[in-house]
């Protein structure tokens, strides 16, 4: 057991892992994602989308698929605000492993580390 060192829980100091970024993904006829596009870093609300006054601090990048490895869907909490998602765990050209999901309320498309 570890000892207790007396100081206070401070919540200014919690924080969010793991954040969704928002995303543009395209999708081929199998709806499964060919190509991601980062949206840049001008949303300062998580799913904002971006409108033509709205600058991204920087460059937009695209990658191709490489290869999807599993899809999976969420429906939870359908007695409040129903939260349901479609999930798709990916290669991205150049080796980078993450997970996308698809708000399936709203049509965005997020992104984060598996």
């Known amino acids: 057991m570890v000892a207790n060192s ?6 200014d100091r919690l924080r969010a892992l793991n954040t969704p970024r928002p995303v543009r993904v395209e999708i081929d006829a199998h709806d ?18 971006p409108t033509e006054k ?7 990048r695209t990658c191709s698929v490489n290869d999807v490895l599993e899809i999976w869907r969420i429906d939870d909490e359908w007695w409040r605000i129903p939260i349901c998602r479609r999930y798709v765990e990916v290669i991205l050209e150049g080796g980078k492993h993450v997970v996308l999901f698809e708000d399936l309320n709203t049509g965005e498309w997020f992104e984060q580390k598996p």
């Open 6 to 11: 007396r100081t206070p829980v401070r919540v």
């Open 32 to 49: 499964k994602p060919t190509t991601v596009t980062d949206a840049g870093e001008h949303t300062e609300q998580l799913g904002k989308r």
């Open 54 to 60: 709205d600058e991204p601090s920087s460059p937009q």
